[in-house]
């Protein structure tokens, strides 16, 4: 599997956390310091004012020199948060880099971290393999030996090629509405999912993907991964072509028995995508 190009030359990330594949995730959410931004204030504060939205729209700029391999800001609706950033890139470094870019600069005391997510992409264990996907055609009364389970079985070889990818070295969709959450598979003594025979496991995740698929077109998921890494075991990102879409499918995959029997989630942030200077000029800093 061909790798997107990393980080410019001369900057590459250290061989011992750079993975064997997939990207570092990191979710920041910031809220508005409003005595900070009036520190900025007083002589000349017009000028200082400039000077520091045009630095912040540069650390914040997806296109210059020694950004991360996606950068994406979103203004945050509701009281828990104003600013939202998505960074992945193969170095830990350069996304931490950005958070400590903001804190140093100029616009820094006037945004204050409320909260963040620390994760990976991966290839969920329950993504069938081709094998897998030849033993489910059989079960469902496909002949192996005849054409219609070779062409099938060929596409979703090709398939599954570009569904990995972009799993694990995601484009970021270009609508304009993004909502993240943390969850977790939860451990209640009724209901343990980790202690599910990885067929049944299968199966539930099976019947909350065919859900997820019937917002194909309307609704872009990522799931990342952060056990070990943050205190809920996975990130999940939503990117919807309209707000109403991001409620449907969250509403809809509660009835599988995989979130409603097993899920346990953390906070919801809703956003709205928007250039750094767009969300600049919305937040009026």
């Known amino acids: 599997m061909s790798r997107p190009p990393g980080p410019p030359a001369g900057n590459l990330p250290d061989p011992t956390i750079r993975m064997t594949s997939g990207w570092h995730c990191l979710h920041l959410y ?3 310091n409003q005595e900070g931004l009036e520190m900025l204030e007083g002589d000349g504060a017009e000028s200082a004012r400039d000077e520091a939205r045009a630095e912040l729209a540069e650390i914040l700029d997806p296109n210059r020199k020694g950004a991360p391999a996606r950068i994406q800001t979103s203004i945050v609706s509701g009281h828990k948060a104003d600013l939202g950033l998505m960074l992945l890139d193969p170095d830990p470094l350069v996304l931490d880099g950005i958070q400590h870019a903001i804190r140093a600069s100029l616009m820094g005391a ?27 055609l059989v079960a469902e009364g496909n002949d192996p030996a005849g054409p219609a389970y070779a062409a099938k079985l060929k596409a979703y070889e090709q398939r599954e090629q ?21 969850m977790n598979k939860i451990r209640d003594p009724l209901a343990n999912w980790y202690t599910e025979p990885f067929s049944s496991r299968m199966e539930m995740m099976s019947e909350h993907g065919r859900s997820g698929m019937m917002y194909a077109g309307k609704v872009s998921q990522l799931i990342t991964a952060s056990t070990g890494f943050d205190d809920f075991e996975w990130g999940v990102t939503l990117w919807g072509r309209t707000p109403e879409f991001i409620k449907d499918i969250v509403y809809t995959m509660r009835f599988d028995k995989a979130s409603a029997k097993y899920a346990e989630f953390g906070p919801f942030y809703i956003s709205y995508i928007m250039s750094p200077a767009e969300a600049i000029k919305h937040l009026k800093l």
Do not use: C
């Not at 909260?115 to 033993?135: A, R």
């Open 30 to 32: 910031y809220a508005i």
């Open 110 to 136: 006037a945004l204050e971290p409320v909260y963040s997510f620390v994760s990976i992409t991966e290839v969920s264990e329950y993504v069938p393999t081709l094998e897998q996907y030849g033993q489910r």
């Open 162 to 182: 570009s569904m990995n990818k972009q799993r694990l070295y995601p484009d970021l969709p270009p609508w304009p509405v993004m909502s993240f959450y943390p």
